[in-house]
């Protein structure tokens, strides 16, 4: 199938930098999904691009409001325009979703503004392209906040986990557990890193310190001490 995976954010669509190289949902499951043997386009859409020639969409849902949210205008109007679309969320922390989509639609001129309360560009994308589809949006918002979601729900998490705990009521939610993929800081059967085809580098254990206050004298009393 050609499956088209797009998302709120940078990371969604795909075109994140991550020097931890952390293996979120966002980034395994293209690769699941073309070891399946399917075409994956995953991209940023631009509001009025033809989203119909594409057998299954996901769109990775944020809080709209968040500064990461970049490409969420394109994100809504695929949702729009597939109502088929399958949606994903690629973060633990919900509640700011829902919550998000709620002071949208609380005072929907929020959604369209360009400046924050410091005159800072909010840095929104596709802004123009978005205008023809402002009831649409509009309404889409008005839906994530106080509705059930009229889209099946695909997240991250292991069998027979309490799903309510997302505090996300969607038509029906499928998890599906990307943990055989998450091999970054493993060793691959095929000795390669999993987004970057580099070979693995071996990693040693080692104690690691951490302190929200100068223990360095405490530290020396111990080397001095011998323990």
């Known amino acids: 199938m050609k499956i088209l995976i797009t998302g709120f954010n940078a990371l969604t669509i795909g075109t994140a930098k991550s020097p931890l190289n952390i293996a979120t949902s966002a980034r395994i499951l293209p690769g699941v999904l073309k070891e399946l043997g399917h075409e994956v386009t995953q991209k940023a859409i631009i509001p009025g691009e033809d989203v119909s020639h594409y057998d299954k969409v996901i769109v990775y849902v944020f809080g709209p409001n968040s500064l990461s949210a970049r490409y969420w205008y394109?994100?809504?109007?695929?949702?729009?325009?597939?109502?088929?679309?399958?949606?994903?969320?690629?973060?633990?922390?919900?509640?700011?979703?829902?919550?998000?989509?709620?002071?949208?639609?609380?005072?929907?001129?929020?959604?369209?503004?360009?400046?924050?309360?410091?005159?800072?560009?909010v840095g929104k994308m596709y802004w123009d392209e978005a205008q023809p589809y402002k009831k649409e949006i509009e309404d889409l918002v008005d839906t994530f906040a106080f509705d059930e979601w009229p889209h099946k729900l695909l997240i991250p998490a292991y069998d027979g986990g309490n799903y309510e705990a997302l505090r996300l009521k969607a038509k029906e939610i499928t998890n599906w557990d990307p943990s055989p993929f998450t091999n970054s800081y493993l060793n691959d059967p095929k000795g390669k890193d999993l987004f970057t085809e580099q070979p693995i580098v071996k990693k040693e254990k080692a104690w690691v310190m951490a302190s929200l206050l100068n223990k360095m004298n405490w530290l020396k009393n111990k080397l001095l001490l011998g323990q």
Do not use: C, M
């Open 74 to 121: 394109g994100a809504a109007y695929t949702i729009i325009k597939r109502p088929d679309a399958i949606i994903s969320i690629d973060d633990h922390q919900t509640k700011e979703t829902v919550s998000g989509f709620g002071t949208f639609s609380r005072g929907h001129w929020r959604i369209w503004k360009k400046l924050s309360q410091a005159g800072n560009p």
